[in-house]
């Protein structure tokens, strides 16, 4: 096959929802439709157990599960999907981000009952910074839910993007009949099922047999339904939704296996294939012939057996060849890769190539920092991996002065692999951490002692959150900077970053400052 048609047919998207929507569980059904695995229930889930939250250790050890379905690929109809795995713990959120600059599109699931939730909010506001397309899927139609019409005015207000429902159902909860699928012009029946895969029927939604299948109320709703559907929402409209500015909407049961094979059929159609990407230097667009790169995301492995990490690659464009040169751009050597590994189904096994849109994990020993560049040799740097405002914020002290040196060397490894974010007091010239979660400062301290031999303490500051500030107007910054001296940090990359003890406080600043720009990721 050429290179061509190689790319063209891979989709490389991530699942997100908020914890419990359903995401495994749809995951492990578009598995199965894939012939990836035979049973349900083969998925471990990545969710992060109710009830061992306080217990990282634990959470950890899952972590390490997910390694093997952190990008799960699969054959389905002559495409080749990559579904990248996003963590479910609301801690490890910038992980989240992380993976969703290495995707090309996005199913949001969505529970039926509970609506649009703070995780999904937060994530599709990440997809709009970079106009991702998304599909969205309501799930658990099998139990009451919401009504059909206000979860769309929901979707559409709280993710503020407009919508436009490809399927649509009949019914909820005990009396859930099933979809009318608008896109394929059919009806779904419902049977519920967790094993096996629903028949489509195809019925003429205006001939008696839509009453034969489900009964003389449901069969006038609908019709009245999809009337009114025609009369208030878009028409699908491919660019539209490619551009990330209209999400087709499914509704299904991801347990009972119902809606799931017309998301897939519908998805692999219209879903893109790896999209042109944005280096500092120029576009990289998919289907040149070099091979580029970038790190999107660093596992370590928790077991101090085999301590070793991967570097989660994902292929820009061309080819990337087993053992063959390439240029790791900060570092401006070349390296080869003896033995890179694909994520196929759950299998994580040796491959000799990979194209765009793959991702490749690479075995890494500290040579990877989040966001690295690989190439054929050019001199590229691809952007687009912002951090954002960390919500908790500690100084991290050195607990054992004999060990300054492994503190410092842990730091900056742990930060690298992007587990949190270092913030340099400009005025006293204090470390500062800064984390989506508790979590995060425990397994901190965890890593730096099993890893590096270095004991760290904890000292509380109470930030709102952290700023990175820019201004046009020079002398304006330089006040800034002085009256809130004590507040002003660097980050990892020596830009100005004020830490805001509040929101008021917050608030007053981009009063009283008004040629300032205050931004809360540090890409802008
Ligand atoms: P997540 O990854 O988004 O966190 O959600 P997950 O798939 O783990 O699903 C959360 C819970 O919702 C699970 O139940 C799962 O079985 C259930 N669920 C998923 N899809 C449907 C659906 O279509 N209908 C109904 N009724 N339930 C659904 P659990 O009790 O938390 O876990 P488990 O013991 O069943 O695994």
């Given at each position: 096959m050429s290179l061509e048609s190689e790319i063209k047919r891979r989709?490389?998207?991530?699942?997100?929802?908020?914890?419990?929507?359903?995401?495994?569980?749809?995951?492990?059904?578009?598995?199965?439709?894939?012939?990836?695995?035979?049973?349900?229930?083969?998925?471990?889930?990545?969710?992060?157990?109710?009830?061992?939250?306080?217990?990282?250790?634990?959470?950890?050890?899952?972590?390490?599960i997910s390694v093997a379905t952190s990008v799960m690929g699969f054959e389905y109809e002559g495409y080749k999907i990559n579904i990248l795995d996003t963590p479910g713990h609301q801690d490890f959120a910038e992980d989240t981000?992380?993976?969703?600059?290495?995707?090309?599109?996005?199913?949001?699931?969505?529970?039926?009952?509970?609506?649009?939730?703070?995780?999904?909010?937060?994530?599709?506001?990440?997809?709009?910074?970079r106009n991702t397309?998304?599909?969205?899927?309501?799930?658990?139609?099998?139990?009451?839910?919401?009504?059909?019409?206000?979860?769309?005015?929901?979707?559409?207000?709280?993710l503020g993007i407009a919508v436009c429902p490809l399927s649509w159902p009949i019914n909820m909860g005990q009396h859930f009949k099933g979809v009318y699928n608008v896109y394929g012009h059919n009806l779904q029946l419902f049977t519920p099922n967790k094993q096996t895969i629903s028949q489509a029927v195809d019925v003429d939604i205006r001939s008696a047999a839509l009453e034969q299948h489900v009964g003389d109320a449901?069969?006038?709703?609908?019709?009245?339904?999809?009337?009114?559907?025609?009369?208030?929402?878009?028409?699908?409209?491919?660019?539209?939704?490619?551009?990330?500015?209209?999400?087709?909407?499914?509704?299904?049961?991801?347990?009972?296996?119902?809606?799931?094979?017309e998301l897939l059929d519908c998805f692999v159609q219209v879903a893109p294939s790896p999209r042109p990407v944005q280096a500092v230097e120029r576009v990289v667009d998919p289907y040149e012939e070099a091979f580029t790169g970038f790190v999107f995301k660093i596992h370590a492995n928790m077991d101090p057996n085999h301590r070793s990490c991967i570097a989660f690659v994902k292929v820009c464009s061309g080819r990337f060849e087993r053992n063959v040169n390439y240029r790791h751009v900060r570092h401006g050597k070349m390296m080869r890769f003896s033995s890179p590994t694909a994520f196929m189904a759950q299998k994580?096994?040796?491959?000799?190539?990979?194209?765009?849109?793959?991702i490749v994990g690479l075995p890494d020993t500290g040579t990877f920092k989040i966001g690295d560049t690989l190439t054929a040799g050019e001199q590229l740097h691809f952007k687009g991996l912002p951090s954002f405002s960390p919500e908790m914020f500690k100084y991290i002290e050195n607990a054992d002065p004999m060990k300054t040196k492994q503190l410092e060397k842990g730091i900056a490894q742990l930060m690298d692999e992007g587990v949190a974010q270092l913030f340099i007091n400009q005025f006293n010239g204090r470390k500062i951490i800064g984390t989506v979660g508790?979590?995060?400062?425990?397994?901190?301290?965890?890593?730096?002692?099993?890893?590096?031999?270095?004991?760290?303490?904890?000292?509380?500051?109470?930030?709102?959150?952290?700023?990175?500030?820019?201004?046009?107007?020079?002398?304006?910054?330089?006040?800034?900077k002085k009256r809130k001296a004590q507040?002003?940090?660097?980050?990892?990359?020596?830009?100005d970053v004020f830490l805001a003890d509040s929101a008021y406080v917050l608030q007053m600043a981009q009063q009283d400052f008004k040629d300032i720009r205050f931004h809360f990721t540090s890409e802008f």
């Open positions: 989709r490389t998207f991530a699942i997100i929802s908020h914890p419990d929507a359903g995401k495994t569980t749809l995951t492990e059904k578009l598995l199965l439709f894939g012939g990836a695995i035979h049973v349900a229930g083969a998925v471990k889930s990545n969710k992060i157990k109710k009830t061992a939250t306080s217990d990282w250790m634990e959470i950890e050890k899952q972590r390490g981000y992380r993976t969703l600059t290495a995707v090309d599109s996005v199913i949001i699931v969505v529970d039926a009952a509970k609506g649009v939730e703070a995780q999904t909010r937060k994530l599709m506001n990440v997809c709009r910074m397309p998304v599909i969205v899927f309501v799930n658990k139609l099998d139990r009451e839910g919401r009504d059909p019409f206000d979860l769309m005015d929901e979707l559409e207000a709280e449901d069969a006038a709703k609908l019709r009245d339904d999809l009337e009114i559907i025609e009369g208030v929402y878009p028409a699908f409209e491919h660019a539209r939704y490619l551009d990330g500015q209209l999400a087709p909407i499914f509704f299904g049961s991801a347990l009972n296996n119902f809606g799931v094979k994580k096994e040796t491959v000799d190539e990979a194209y765009a849109g793959d508790q979590l995060q400062f425990e397994v901190i301290q965890y890593r730096l002692l099993h890893e590096y031999g270095a004991q760290c303490r904890w000292e509380p500051l109470s930030l709102h959150k952290a700023c990175w500030i820019e201004s046009d107007n020079e002398a304006e910054l330089e006040a800034f507040y002003m940090a660097h980050d990892r990359d020596g830009r």
